[in-house]
Nanobody
């Protein structure tokens, strides 16, 4: 089993920045891809960004140029730097991890979620 613990969410004004972190523990040797998904009220959970152990990253079109995903394999941690935030970025952000080297489908493990709220 793998446990994922997120941190870094909060309330920010439009144009501001936040950095999310997700630390993995447990059977971390089985994890190759880690990523972030988000879910707004009444909407489905969608991929924001994902990155594998070779630092190959994939982004949703809506966040390209504003968000950057990175990982520290030694710390088993993935980060999401979010800049120029928009009200439409408001959602619960979930960390995800799995054994696949590819970002689809989502990995097996999920964090508990962290709220990001962007005010206009």
């Amino acid at each position: 089993q793998v446990q994922l613990v997120e941190s870094g969410g909060g309330l920010v004004q439009a144009g501001g920045s936040l950095r999310l972190s997700c630390a993995a523990s447990g059977m971390v040797f089985s994890i190759n891809t880690m990523g972030w998904y988000r879910q707004a009220p009444g909407k489905q959970r969608d991929l924001v960004a994902a990155i594998n152990r070779n630092d190959y990253a994939n982004y949703a079109d809506s966040v390209k140029g504003r968000f950057t995903i990175s990982r520290d394999n030694a710390k088993n941690t993935v980060y999401l730097q979010m800049n120029n935030l928009k009200p439409e970025d408001t959602a619960v952000y979930y960390c995800n991890a799995g054994s696949s080297w590819y970002y689809k489908p989502p990995g097996t493990y999920w964090g508990q979620g962290t709220q990001v709220t962007v005010s206009s």
